[in-house]
């Protein structure tokens, strides 16, 4: 049976969130309107000033794209996410861009989840190469968005991984996991081999009692703990 080795996405191989990038330029194209931005630049400056963390600020922009996302139509949120992956397709970590690579060789099935939209993470992982990718499923009716699907599999990495294991017939034996953020510490605990890479706060406390490796990327230098 094949090994599988499983990546988030954001913050752990693409320098930014594919969320937020797909939100500003859908903002930019006038799909959103220009205000849409207000709701969270007091939260993006309270995580510069460092007085808020990065998941408050990413929660309050995940409820903006809720919010707004409903009534777009669904042609213009893929071409907008196909324009957005496309420009950030090279805007890697070395560490897990090279990671990629050998597993690759190594004849991995590399399945990647997300917390971002279902048809940018796709495509942004057509360009790594990927055996298959999840993110955020949207609803869509009369060709528009109408809001997310609401079935439990959305936000559950663990079970994400589990249905890619079942559909592909492949193996945790030899498996290796890389995420950044507590929420996936439940696919992180099935795989073999778990990788926490520049993780925040609750998942290196978690790591560091379970004594997973931590692995932190800082310009040009990667760290190893």
Known sequence: MQ???????????????????????????????????DNYIKA????????????????????????????VRHEDFVRVGNRVAAFHKSRLYLYTRDLILQLRQKNYY???ISHSPDDIVKEFCRYLKFNKAYGWRMKFKDGKVIGAIDDGFNHNK???????????????????????TESDIPFLKMVEKPICFNPNQKLYSYAKRAGWPIVVERKDVIYRF
């Open 44 to 71: 993006y400056q309270r995580w510069l000033d460092r007085e808020g963390t990065y998941e408050e600020y990413l929660q309050v922009f995940v409820s903006t794209f809720e919010n707004y996302v409903k009534g």
């Open 110 to 112: 590399l399945l990647a």
């Open 3 to 37: 090994k599988i080795a499983i990546f988030d996405i954001d913050g752990t191989i693409f320098r930014s969130s594919l969320l937020i990038e797909l939100t500003d330029v859908l903002i930019q194209e006038g799909i959103f309107p220009v205000g849409a931005g």
């Open 158 to 180: 663990a079970f994400m991984l589990k249905q890619a294991i079942l559909e592909n017939n492949l193996s945790l034996l030899g498996s290796i996991g890389v995420g950044d």
